[in-house]
């Protein structure tokens, strides 16, 4: 394999061009991330509190756009606090094993086409390795190590719970994710983020969420939610129950680290899910001679807003799901439907007949399972069961209300 | 199947909300408009000739339900005589790090001295503050409240001072609605009547609004009262805030 395979910026050889741009390139992907996350901050507060109602920040600099920095300031000026109980170096280390992969993962991210620069061929991705999408998930597994040695080391019991959720949460719903992603990759034929969206390039029937069939996208953005901790699937850091979660001793420029990492994430998914499904840069471009380039990058960012919208969203409109709902969720109904949906699209990809049959056997897969999932609940329900799940028990006011009839009979 | 279905209701009911107009507002630069009866730092009041109307009785005193109000009476000085009557208010002190605003004290008042204007945004930076005394309290000579420097004092807060007392004859009977039971004010002579709890209540002259045509524009549709629904309510929200503007301008 040639190094030109690898990068078309390669082509020449290494030179002192190539090697200004690739620092540029890298340090315009790191600016352009951080100042995402300040903007995405901004966006989120602003819309939700339109969504409910409410003015929202507005005082520093032009409707509140700088008060992300102005937090972020404060933050940094506040007093930095280690627990005596707290384990040092894991509880220093923490925050930068959550932040680091966040910026990884951007990495792999096509924020456009390609450009001319000096004669050479100039991808607008900060990294194209071969190895593509593969560093995403291994990024999201890191990042969990990140938060339950924040956790664990904090050396308090509420971080500690939180840690425990998080890493089972993370755990189960990255089998989703994977599944999903082989799910593109066999469509594809090619793990590297470049070639997925280079293979959707030729209009919106050939994006991934049309070319798969609608579920491994819901599966995706669900499963990616959660791998978030975003509402609804924030149990970790679930404030009714576990005061901060597993940030919760850390404090100023440490928690200011943890809560880039979580917008830095939401930002890099919203452009991952672009990527593996909506064509990442793909779109119409005018018939102009100049600027070609600025398209593709203004429909990845439109695209990346419009997900980022539908997280924010998320938060303002669901409540969080309860821990065994969450598993329920991700153990009974993803995994299993993300594992068919692979097995039925691979099948199509042989033939037709292959298709068909292997969606004869998923149908009959799935009958066995749910019927195994109804015994396995009755026996859940049975003579030492606490309580149905709701939405099959009365509610208190029914039951209130039958009481109430009774007596009256 | 329905009932897991349930939230895109919510996203739905969030969508909606996007668009609405906001309910709260930017508090310290802009106010809401407060209502003719709100409860707020009392002033003491004079009658028309300048005299005060405190009689130094003590009843607000007495009917304080956290004994905020300190009062003393004295008898006048014959030459010249503070209030009209035996006796006047030679003490005066509220407390307002005590006082809760139940007006209680204005309703007890038998000469309608105390009453309250609609100012509640004050602060102060030591306890010696929060004791005003009649040097405060008592109305300047054109009748209207004094302004403390930590007092933010907006326009209309100090007009209509005593609107509760004013919204009913004293006696509470629903007969003497509107019937004029009160002396007049230095400055502004005897106040007009608010409309009371009958159906005969003159809201565009008193301002006041129920809750539900205050935020009409943000009820479900189905909440909203009926004469602002759809075009009919547009036409007439839009002669109101003209009929607004136009007497904004008239002065």
């Not at chain 1, 924020?111 to 050479?120: N, P, Q, V």
């Not at chain 1, 840069?281 to 960012?301: E, K, M, Q, T, Y």
């Not at chain 1, 029914?398 to 007596?407: A, N, Q, W």
Request: net charge neutral; charged share 20%.
């Amino acid at each position: 394999m040639s190094w030109a395979s690898v990068d078309p910026l390669y082509a020449h050889g290494l030179n002192l061009a190539v090697w200004v741009i690739l620092v540029v390139r890298l340090v315009v992907a790191f600016a352009v991330l951080l100042n995402a996350v300040i903007l995405m901050i901004w966006f989120e507060r602003k819309a939700i509190s339109d969504m409910q109602s409410r003015i929202g920040p507005q005082r520093w600099g032009p409707f509140g756009l700088l008060q992300t920095l102005a937090d972020g300031i404060k933050l940094i000026f506040k007093e930095d606090l280690v627990p005596a109980e707290a384990d040092r170096t894991v509880f220093k280390l923490a925050p930068y094993l959550v932040v680091i992969p966040a910026f990884i993962t951007f990495a792999i991210v096509p924020l456009g086409g390609t450009m001319r620069i000096a004669g050479h061929t100039v991808e607008l991705q900060a990294a194209n390795p071969p190895m593509g999408i593969l560093i995403m998930l291994a990024m999201s597994g890191i990042s969990v190590y990140g938060v339950m040695l924040a956790g664990w080391s904090s050396g308090s019991k509420y971080p500690l719970l939180s840690s425990v959720r998080a890493s089972a949460q993370m755990i189960s719903y990255e089998a989703a994710l994977g599944l999903t992603v082989v799910t593109i990759v066999l469509a594809t034929g090619s793990l590297s983020t470049h070639d997925i969206v280079a293979a959707q390039a030729q209009g919106v029937w050939h994006w991934n969420v049309l070319r798969l069939g609608v579920i491994p996208f819901v599966v995706f953005i669900i499963a990616i939610t959660a791998e978030l901790n975003r509402p609804p699937f924030d149990v970790v850091e679930a404030e009714s129950e576990l005061v901060g979660g597993f940030h919760t001793e850390y404090s100023s420029f440490r928690f200011a680290i943890f809560f880039l990492a979580e917008y830095m994430n939401t930002i890099t998914m919203s452009a991952v899910i672009v990527t593996l499904f909506f064509g990442g840069p793909a779109g119409w471009v005018p018939p102009v001679s100049h600027l070609r380039w600025v398209f593709p990058i203004a429909w990845f960012l439109v695209k990346t807003v419009a997900f980022a919208f539908c997280y924010v969203w998320f938060r303002a409109s669901l409540p969080r799901f309860r821990y065994d709902q969450l598993m329920d969720l991700g153990w009974k109904r993803l995994i299993p439907l993300s594992l068919g949906w692979m097995i039925v699209v691979a099948g199509f990809l042989i033939n037709r007949a292959w298709g068909f049959a292997m969606a004869a056997v998923v149908l009959l897969a799935w009958t066995v399972l749910s019927r195994a999932f109804e015994l396995g609940q009755g026996r859940e329900r049975g003579a030492h069961a606490v309580l149905p799940t709701v939405g099959e028990r009365p509610l208190p006011g029914e039951v209130l209300r039958s009481r109430t009839d009774e007596e009256e009979r | 199947m329905a009932r897991s279905l349930d939230f895109f209701g919510g996203l739905k009911l969030t969508l909606r909300h996007l668009v609405r107009p906001t309910v709260t507002n930017s508090y310290p630069a802009v106010k809401r408009p407060k209502q003719p009866r709100q409860h707020g730092r009392h002033v003491l009041n004079r009658y028309e000739d300048g005299m005060e109307k405190c009689i130094g009785c003590e009843l607000c005193a007495g009917v304080c339900p956290v004994d905020c109000i300190f009062v003393r009476g004295l008898d006048n000085p014959p030459d010249h005589p503070v209030s009209p009557g035996e006796r006047y208010g030679y003490v005066y002190e509220i407390n307002y790090l005590r006082c809760i605003h139940c007006d209680l004290c204005v309703e007890a008042c038998p000469t309608q001295a105390i009453t309250e204007s609609k100012l509640f945004e004050f602060s102060f930076t030591n306890r010696a503050d929060a004791i005003y005394t009649k040097a405060e309290l008592l109305v300047d000579d054109e009748g209207n409240p004094q302004r403390l420097p930590w007092e933010d004092w907006r326009e209309g807060e100090a007009e209509m001072t005593g609107g509760w007392m004013r919204a009913a004859s004293p006696n509470g009977a629903a007969d003497f609605e509107g019937v004029v039971q009160w002396s007049g004010d230095l400055g502004y002579g005897v106040r007009a009547p608010e409309g009371g709890q009958s159906g005969a209540r003159d809201d565009e002259a008193t301002g006041t609004k129920s809750i539900r045509r205050a935020f009409a524009r943000h009820l479900e549709p189905e909440d909203v009262p009926l004469d602002q629904r759809g075009l009919p309510g547009l036409v007439s929200r839009a002669r109101s805030t003209l009929a607004r503007r136009r007497t904004k301008a008239e002065p």
